[in-house]
């Protein structure tokens, strides 16, 4: 069970629509933790609210995702429990790459060096 997370560099990018596109290319359920901006709209049929607790454990759907994709989100803990449970897959695709790998372990880090890079 995949799930993404938007994040406020899709914003940035003025990629929603890429975002949204993705999300419904690969299916996936979508998300977002602790933002400014609205990166996903919450009217999508994919989209599944953001989680209460600031974890996705606290999330009705989907329970125990077995893989998350970040897009565009610095994740921080402020919690001894991660945001994102250690079992699952990690992609990490955002444009700040100083952070990338500091606070969750990340199977593919995927770097973008500028905000185009998302909108083409």
Avoid at 92 to 101: A, P, V
Wanted: proline share 10%.
């Amino acid at each position: 069970m995949p799930l993404l997370i938007a994040g406020d560099e899709i914003y940035t990018a003025r990629a929603s629509a890429k975002a949204v596109k993705l999300a419904e290319l690969l299916g996936m359920p979508v998300t977002q933790a602790r933002q400014i901006y609205a990166n996903f709209p919450e009217t999508h049929p994919l989209w599944v609210g953001s989680p209460p607790a600031a974890r996705l454990t606290s999330l009705d759907f989907p329970k125990n995702p077995d893989v998350v994709i970040n897009v565009g989100n610095k994740l921080q803990h402020n919690s001894p429990q991660p945001i994102v449970a250690r079992e699952a897959k990690f992609i990490d695709m955002r444009i700040d790459s100083w952070s990338m790998g500091n606070v969750m372990n990340t199977e593919v880090p995927w770097l973008r060096t500028s905000p185009t890079v998302l909108t083409t």
